[in-house]
């Protein structure tokens, strides 16, 4: 398994760095087109940005709990208590990341429309529906790891 461990951290550690170069270099050039868009609605602006920055801050705590995932792992500890709190940490992240995202939806499509490229709203679609995915997934597991320690006690007791 430590291979697999060790491919998933650095697939990890990608995903970070791929994170931190959209927010430092693509996420300010959005706002400030969309600043340029509707100079006289700052308030659109201001809730775009604290939204794309917000749910990066939620990416980024769904990658520590991986992480802490990925530990468990390599301690034989993956049928834990704490891995089914990690699975709902995560599932609770993600389904955060959705209901920011639907509640920005009317912001993209006011800035879709100003710039006429319904392809925003589609982005927004997407971005919504992968962390609902991500917050379904990992809810499943959480309900499968939960099962799996059940047994795996009413095992112990019977030995």
């Not at 270099?25 to 959005?30: F, G, L, N």
């Not at 201001?46 to 792992?73: C, D, E, R, S, W």
Request: proline letters at 3%; a positive charge; hydrophobic letters at 60%.
């Amino acid at each position: 398994m430590k291979k697999e461990t060790i491919f998933l951290r650095i697939t990890i550690y990608v995903f970070a760095l791929i994170m931190a170069a959209i927010c430092i270099i693509v996420a300010p050039h959005y706002i400030i087109g969309a600043n340029n868009l509707m100079p006289n609605k700052p308030i659109l602006t201001i809730i775009f940005g604290v939204g794309l920055y917000a749910t990066a801050i939620l990416f980024y705590l769904v990658l520590y709990q991986a992480m802490k995932l990925l530990n468990l792992i390599d301690h034989n500890s993956a049928f834990s208590n704490k891995a089914v709190i990690a699975l709902k940490t995560i599932k609770i992240y993600a389904y955060i990341m959705c209901a920011i995202y639907i509640l920005e939806s009317p912001v993209f499509f006011v800035f879709a429309d100003r710039d006429d490229a319904p392809g925003v709203i589609l982005v927004c679609a997407v971005l919504a529906g992968a962390s609902l995915v991500i917050a379904i997934f990992a809810s499943m597991l959480q309900k499968l790891l939960h099962h799996a320690i059940e047994i795996k006690s009413e095992n112990d007791l019977t030995i």
